[in-house]
């Protein structure tokens, strides 16, 4: 458990300059401590739900069909469920502490970004 909460936390070092970027602070950072980070992670998750949403209306214009479109309306649901629950068991890795609402946003980032390049790999590009 140590290991993973020092390999966290130098990932959360490694990372935080990077969520500085994205959120728009007056200071131009986004750290230092866990309820910051949480904050600014909050930002990011909202930015990338909406990025996740533009992209999935998209590719439901483009396949507006019945059939194609049922389909990937099944999937994304799916898929939300599936992000949620993932993100929730990794949450509890950290058995309450701190980290752990940050672990979820981290986890709901990385697999919303993942989804957004796969939505865009499979229905967006040009076949």
């Given at each position: 458990?140590k ?22 602070q ?15 992670l ?26 194609h ?13 599936y992000r ?22 981290f ?19 040009e076949?």
């Amino acid at each position: 458990m140590k290991t993973t909460l020092a390999v966290l936390g130098l990932f959360l070092v490694a990372v935080s300059p990077s969520i500085a970027q994205q959120k728009e602070q007056p200071e131009g950072k986004c750290c230092c401590t866990t309820y910051d980070t949480g904050q600014c992670l909050v930002s990011v998750s909202g930015r990338v739900d909406a990025e996740l949403d533009d992209t999935y209306q998209k590719a439901l214009k483009r396949w507006n069909q019945p059939t194609h479109s049922d389909k990937l309306k099944e999937a994304q649901r799916l898929w939300l469920s599936y992000r949620d629950a993932n993100c929730e068991a990794e949450q509890l890795t950290y058995d309450r502490g701190t980290m752990g609402p940050n672990a979820w946003a981290f986890c709901h980032i990385r697999l919303t970004r993942q989804r957004i390049e796969e939505i865009k790999l499979v229905y967006l590009a040009e076949h």
